[in-house]
């Protein structure tokens, strides 16, 4: 029986995926803060979902203070997230940024600033705010002066394909397992995750199987993990969240 992960460290299942180099306007803070920031998650995802689903996934490495995720436009497909220690935050972002999560892949950083959270208990709160307000008075100078310009005219945006969304679910549904699959090589599998309840085999459908999870968080988790996961040389299981 294959022992329960150890706090602090993401089995060796989950998949990373090395995207592109990218070459960034600016250089990513190196200077190390209890506030990670976090971009690149899917906008199809409902903010309550994405909330918990970071928490399941960050929560770890250590213990959270804040969850930030902005409902504006300008903050889409980004959040905050802060951790109690700069410790917690450093090793959470070393092994999370570049996780698959939601189909996209996570882009972690330090934040520039801490959060207000991380300020008000520090004292600094007060000399940030004055700094964020005479940013605000100096971009809205610099917008003011770009809006004088003549526009050009933008280029058409490519086609955006649909992501397909699931509704959370506690169980998955498992498809393409192995012929010769048995309950065991099923439940060694999936019970490497924290909250694996049980796995039921549908009867004369040897591929298809259920996966209990006591959470709809935990039960995110392995999906995340376990989706593709080579069985067998002809066989890549698809996990998804089984229809409520």
């Known amino acids: 029986m294959v022992g329960q992960p150890q706090p602090g460290i993401i089995p060796p299942q989950f998949k ?36 918990k689903s970071l928490e399941a996934i960050f929560s770890p490495f250590g213990e959270i203070l804040e969850i930030s995720i902005k409902k504006n436009l300008k903050m889409r497909g980004q959040a905050f997230v802060v951790m109690k220690d700069v410790e917690s935050a450093t090793r959470a972002m070393n092994v999370i940024n570049g996780f698959a999560f939601y189909n996209k892949l996570l882009d972690i950083q330090y934040a520039r600033i801490d959060s207000d959270i991380i300020a008000k208990m520090e004292g600094t709160y007060e000399q940030q705010k004055r700094k964020r307000e005479e940013e605000k008075g100096i971009k809205i100078i610099y917008l003011l002066k770009e809006a004088k310009k003549p526009k050009e005219t933008p280029a058409v945006a490519p086609a955006v394909v649909p992501v397909v969304y699931e509704v959370p ?44 999870y006591e959470t709809e968080q935990q039960a995110g988790i392995a999906k995340q993990s376990l989706n593709g996961y080579q069985m067998s040389e002809s066989n890549a299981i698809k996990v998804s969240f089984a229809k409520k």
């Open 169 to 212: 679910n506690n169980i998955l549904f498992i498809q393409n397992l192995p012929s010769d699959v048995t309950k065991q090589s099923v439940s060694s599998l999936f019970q490497q995750y924290p909250g694996f309840k049980e796995v039921r085999l549908v009867p004369g459908k040897k591929d298809l199987a259920f996966i209990e």
């Open 16 to 51: 990373f995926i090395q995207g592109p180099p990218k070459q960034p306007k600016n250089p990513p803070p190196t200077t190390p803060r209890r506030t990670l920031y976090v971009h690149n998650l899917n906008e199809k995802i409902k903010l309550d979902v994405m909330k």
